[in-house]
């Protein structure tokens, strides 16, 4: 018997899947930093992404961490009033700030480091290393596609 078109399987419907997994990870990798650092996954996001790209505005974050706006504005206001970031108005455009980590941010990314590192290494330890390439390569030409999808949408919209 075939499946029925009209219905969804969603067990096997691939961006269920990889949003299920995404889930997943994320709320398994939380307790790491959210016990011992007090952090959201919203702010764990920010702080990696600023550890590796210092000084982008909350606009430039999001697409690298897709948080809606009101949770992106809560997890900066949080951070900077941990003292882990500091905001620097932008000389041409007053609305925006550049975001940076401050001195309590940095020491804290670096703790967390090791802790992904580990976690990443465990999550993966059953892979070959030609399997870890090929599901970069193939996440690598997903996300490519779900850009050029999403610009096509924007073009017809």
């Known amino acids: 018997m075939s499946p029925d078109p009209r219905t969804l399987y969603l067990p096997r419907f691939l961006p269920y899947r990889l949003t299920k997994l995404a889930g ?26 600023l550890g590796y790209e210092p000084g982008l505005t909350a606009r430039e974050i999001g697409p690298l961490a897709p948080h809606d706006k009101a949770s992106m504005s809560r997890a900066i206001d949080r951070l900077t009033k941990a003292g882990r970031l500091e905001k620097k108005t932008l000389a041409g455009d007053r609305r925006s700030a550049a975001l940076y980590l401050t001195e309590a941010g940095s020491a804290m990314l670096a703790e967390i480091i090791p802790l992904a590192q580990s976690y990443e290494e465990r999550l993966l330890e059953d892979f070959t290393p030609t399997e870890i390439e090929t599901l970069d390569t193939l996440l690598n030409r997903l996300d490519d596609k779900a850009d050029e999808l999403r610009a096509a949408m924007k073009g017809a919209v």
């Open 24 to 49: 997943a990870v994320s709320r398994s990798l939380a307790p790491l930093y959210s016990d011992m650092f007090d952090l959201t996954i919203h702010e764990w996001r920010i702080v990696a992404i």
